[in-house]
């Protein structure tokens, strides 16, 4: 409304609430930012038609966290396991080559000279009974 003066005359007139760019009212979204936080929006009736829903999403979600902690828990063990394999594999070719080299005949004879074993220097031969002279 217009006075004599052509001011507006702003206590006469009423407020629209301003509105957001999807053309919602700001006190709107406000009452439902309210409702949700302390908790009256449970109680609507269409909110307890969609609770089946709810309940079905929230068990797809502890699934879905469960899946992930088992996956890398999965890829944790592989991992640890991979590196117990490379570490075994080492470990099988040093003491091979080990065996190896103390299964050489210098070696052999090196250790046994000590005890009085000496190194057979004529072949063996096959003994064979039940043959006369």
């Known amino acids: 409304m ?3 003066t052509g001011r507006k005359n702003t206590l006469l007139e009423k407020k629209e609430p301003k509105k957001d760019k999807h053309g919602n009212s700001k006190r709107a979204i406000g009452k439902t930012a309210h409702s949700i936080l302390d908790g009256t929006f449970l109680t609507r009736e269409s909110m307890i038609r969609q609770l089946p829903f709810l309940l079905y ?5 502890i699934i879905y966290i469960t899946n992930s902690v ?3 828990k999965n890829v944790i063990e592989t991992d640890r ?3 117990e394999m490379k570490e075994l594999r080492y470990n099988y070719i040093t003491t091979k080559s080990q065996l190896m080299f103390i299964s050489k005949q210098s070696e052999v004879s090196k250790r046994i000279k000590p005890t009085g074993l000496k190194e057979a220097t004529k072949p063996a031969f096959k003994l064979i009974e039940g043959k006369g002279k």
Do not use: V
């Open 57 to 61: 999403l929230a068990f797809l979600a």
């Open 2 to 4: 217009n006075d004599i």
């Open 70 to 72: 088992y996956a890398e």
């Open 81 to 83: 396991l991979r590196k």
